[in-house]
């Protein structure tokens, strides 16, 4: 069983930056595809980036592309993602999630999950 764990969430003002980080209990972090998703209140969950497993490839929403970097350590078995120029409409609850395959990763639909973070961007 994958277990996955958040960390970095917390309350910025607009304009500001926030790291992420996901820790990941696998024997060989390189088998997955990794992903950022987010779920603000009253909207659907949707894939934030996502970064195959080798780190050759990535993916952002067009919302975030250019402010926001995934990436990983794999030696580490550690998925971050830095969030700069934050805007309100950031605000949400951040789930990092992997999968060995690479497009449900990309589908919204990984097999493991974080339990989520918050990061709140205020005006």
């Known amino acids: 069983q994958v277990q996955l764990a958040e960390s970095g969430g917390g309350l910025v003002h607009a304009g500001g930056s926030l790291g992420l980080s996901c820790a990941a209990s696998?024997?060989?972090?390189?088998?997955?595809?990794a992903a950022w998703y987010r779920q603000a209140p009253g909207k659907e969950r949707e894939l934030v980036a996502a970064?195959?497993?080798?780190?050759?490839?990535?993916t952002y929403a067009d919302s975030v592309r250019g402010r926001f970097t995934i990436s990983r350590d794999n030696a580490k078995k550690l998925e971050y993602l830095q969030m700069n120029r934050l805007e309100p409409e950031d605000t949400a609850v951040y789930y990092c999630?992997?999968?060995?395959?690479?497009?449900?990763?990309?589908?919204?639909?990984?097999?493991?999950w974080g339990q989520g973070i918050q990061v709140t961007v205020s005006s």
């Open positions: 970064i195959t497993g080798d780190g050759a490839e990535t």
């Open positions: 999630a992997v999968d060995r395959m690479w497009r449900d990763v990309q589908r919204g639909s990984p097999q493991y």
């Open positions: 696998v024997l060989d972090f390189t088998f997955y595809a």
